[in-house]
């Protein structure tokens, strides 16, 4: 009896490994949205729109800069458009491209597409993307991966927008440093005007940056999923309860997240499902270099716990060159997941998309489980 006891016990205190599931062979699930002969096609980012089957997908022709690219998909991501027409100031773009939806005081929605170093540009778009703007400057102030989110707040019309630098861009006349910095922007019109950036955390034994936003279920908090850019600990995270007016110091996320350019959605249960660049720090980590997708709960990130699952998505060709990820979750409960990376032995880097849902990724589990 007390063997057996001992025996429990240790089974106790013996933490599970993480259940890994792995859909990178599964290519029923993958499109091509975008692919070029002997071009780089990188850092992609989308928006859903209202009507829960159109999704825009914004990138660059190039790798982290280079003309922005547009291309539409009617059918919730399935087939995509070929490009199409954009103004002439989005050939001038220096950096990735990000794309949100806000929604005014009055209840129109409008998109904004941003782009970044010096100066932070924007344009906007009042029908959906059917006609923009011009880039113009935001204000007086650049950044790096501008915006790495845009969180909408409890008041109608008002947003803050997060990004980084590294002291190159934040200024005209800016130089680089050993320090990096997080920084917020808000906005009280949707989007039509910004403040100037306001920092909300700064260090060097920490180089925290491309920020990804999600706000716990009962909506009181916002907590950033953060890339570690040194490559020296675990991806932290940080958490408001005060709109973003504050921050909590950065805190680690379980190693299984440690990678780049965090993209959160909830599913319809209530579940967390973030994908991103796995920059995992173990040297027997199989998936580093992957874009791969993490399942679990949202107290799962605060607690830096392992939550349910971690899946691969797709098999990346390069070390490390991926990720960026859009994700959008369509009313019937898939995920559209869409990406860059070196898809191809030998082939530049080029745009897809990979769909599942929590149904299929919990069937699954349930079976690798039980195989163990």
């Given at each position: 009896m ?9 089974t106790?205190q013996t933490?599970q490994?993480?259940l890994?599931?792995?859909l ?5 699930r993958?499109?091509?949205v ?12 989308t ?7 159109t999704i825009?997908a914004?990138?660059p022709?190039?790798h982290g800069r ?9 059918d919730g ?8 027409p ?5 050939a001038?773009?220096?950096e990735?491209?990000?794309?949100h ?6 209840g129109k929605?409008?998109l904004i597409?941003w782009?970044?170093l ?6 906007r778009?009042?029908d ?5 703007s011009?880039l ?5 102030f650049g950044?790096i991966v501008?915006?790495g ?10 947003y803050?927008a997060l990004?980084h ?9 800016g130089k680089?440093?050993d ?8 906005s009280g019109?949707a989007?039509r ?8 955390w ?7 940056c491309?920020?990804?936003?999600i ?7 916002i907590?950033?999923?953060?890339r ?6 675990p ?5 408001s309860?005060?709109?973003g007016k504050t921050?909590?110091?950065p805190?680690?996320?379980?190693e299984?997240?440690t990678?780049?350019?965090h993209?959160?959605r909830y599913?319809s249960?209530?579940?967390?499902v ?7 720090l173990?040297?027997?980590h199989k998936?580093?270099?992957d874009?791969?997708a993490w399942?679990?709960?949202y ?5 830096g ?7 691969r998505?797709?098999?990346n060709?390069?070390s490390?060159?991926c990720?960026?990820?859009g994700?959008?979750v369509?009313p019937d409960?898939?995920?559209v997941?869409?990406?860059?990376g ?5 082939a530049p ?9 929590l149904t299929e ?5 349930k079976l ?5």
């Amino acid at each position: 009896m007390l063997l057996l006891a001992c025996l429990a016990l240790l089974t106790q205190q013996t933490p599970q490994k993480p259940l890994r599931l792995d859909l990178a062979g599964e290519t029923f699930r993958q499109v091509v949205v975008d692919r070029e002969a002997e071009q780089y096609l990188g850092h992609v980012s989308t928006v859903l729109l209202a009507d829960g089957k159109t999704i825009l997908a914004v990138y660059p022709k190039g790798h982290g800069r280079g003309a922005i690219l547009l291309k539409r998909s009617t059918d919730g991501g399935r087939t995509w458009s070929e490009r199409l027409p954009v103004p002439a100031s989005f050939a001038t773009s220096l950096e990735t491209p990000t794309i949100h939806r806000v929604l005014a005081a009055n209840g129109k929605h409008s998109l904004i597409l941003w782009s970044g170093l010096y100066p932070a540009r924007i344009a906007r778009s009042e029908d959906d993307g059917e006609h923009w703007s011009e880039l113009q400057a935001a204000g007086d102030f650049g950044g790096i991966v501008v915006m790495g989110d845009v969180v909408a707040l409890k008041q109608p019309g008002y947003y803050t927008a997060l990004f980084h630098d590294d002291g190159r861009f934040l200024t005209s006349d800016g130089k680089i440093s050993d320090t990096f910095t997080l920084l917020a922007t808000d906005s009280g019109d949707a989007g039509r005007t910004w403040s100037t950036p306001r920092a909300i955390w700064s260090g060097k034994d920490l180089h925290l940056c491309e920020p990804g936003a999600i706000r716990s279920p009962d909506g009181t908090k916002i907590t950033l999923l953060l890339r570690e850019n040194a490559r020296k600990q675990p991806s932290q995270t940080m958490t408001s309860i005060d709109q973003g007016k504050t921050w909590s110091a950065p805190k680690a996320l379980h190693e299984i997240l440690t990678g780049d350019r965090h993209t959160a959605r909830y599913a319809s249960d209530g579940r967390v499902v973030v994908v991103y660049r796995d920059m995992g720090l173990g040297k027997d980590h199989k998936t580093k270099g992957d874009f791969v997708a993490w399942v679990g709960h949202y107290e799962d990130l605060l607690e830096g716990k392992q939550g349910d699952y971690h899946v691969r998505l797709l098999d990346n060709q390069n070390s490390w060159d991926c990720g960026y990820p859009g994700l959008e979750v369509l009313p019937d409960g898939t995920f559209v997941a869409t990406t860059y990376g070196h898809w191809a032995n030998g082939a530049p880097p080029f745009i897809v998309s990979v769909r599942f849902s929590l149904t299929e990724l919990d069937a699954m589990a349930k079976l690798a489980a039980a195989l163990k």
